[in-house]
């Protein structure tokens, strides 16, 4: 479904109000983002699942105090990140669970390029982007998905990440000194282009 601005605002509206249509509509628009930053954030897939419905359960039901759809973004994704970093750390972590010292290992994928790319260029950049971001640290990388993806301002990946909005800065900034110092920085930017 394609909306304008305006259209999207005017949904936002009807959301607060508690319509049923405009809530269906926010589930469906966020819910791609979500489950791809649960699975970034190294949870497994139904448990991210079950964390995005969770959360969108909480929403129907409670007082609804976002004030922007901007706003409401971050909500979803602060509250999808904490609902599994407490699953994770409550739950008795079995061995097929590989869960890091910071309880969610961040890992960016790149399959959104598939929707993009020709076939022969695919696999050629999807290998560079990968390349390049195994020279990133878990925290870095998850930063630089909610800056460059998820186009969040440097406050929100602060609190998302437990950081003062300095460090947020300074961890993109360093995150993208190291990718520049790569040898392959034409191959990544060109990828940019694309996947964000």
Do not use: C, W
Not at 49 to 71: R, T, W
Not at 122 to 142: A, G, H, N, Y
């Amino acid at each position: 479904m394609s909306i304008t601005i305006p259209d999207h605002q005017g949904l936002f509206s009807k959301f607060i109000e508690g319509d049923k249509e405009a809530f269906s509509f926010f589930y469906e628009f966020y819910i791609n983002d979500l489950y791809a930053y649960g699975i970034s954030l190294g949870g497994e897939k139904e448990v991210v699942k079950d964390a995005i419905q969770d959360i969108f359960l909480k929403v129907y039901f409670e007082e609804k105090k976002y004030s922007s759809v901007d706003h409401f973004k971050y909500f979803l994704l602060k509250s999808l990140k904490n609902r599994l970093y407490n699953f994770y750390k409550s739950k008795a972590v079995s061995s097929t669970t590989d869960i890091s010292e910071e309880v969610l290992n961040f890992s960016i994928t790149t399959t959104v390029l598939d929707k993009i790319i020709e076939e022969e260029d695919r696999v050629i950049i999807k290998q560079q982007v990968d390349d390049l971001l195994l020279k990133l640290t878990s925290r870095q990388k998850e930063a630089i998905y909610l800056r460059y993806i998820q186009e969040l301002e440097y406050e929100e990946i602060a609190e998302i990440m437990d950081i003062t909005p300095h460090a947020a800065r300074k961890l993109i900034s360093r995150s993208m000194k190291r990718l520049r110092e790569g040898e392959q920085l034409i191959s990544l930017i060109s990828a940019m282009l694309f996947f964000f």
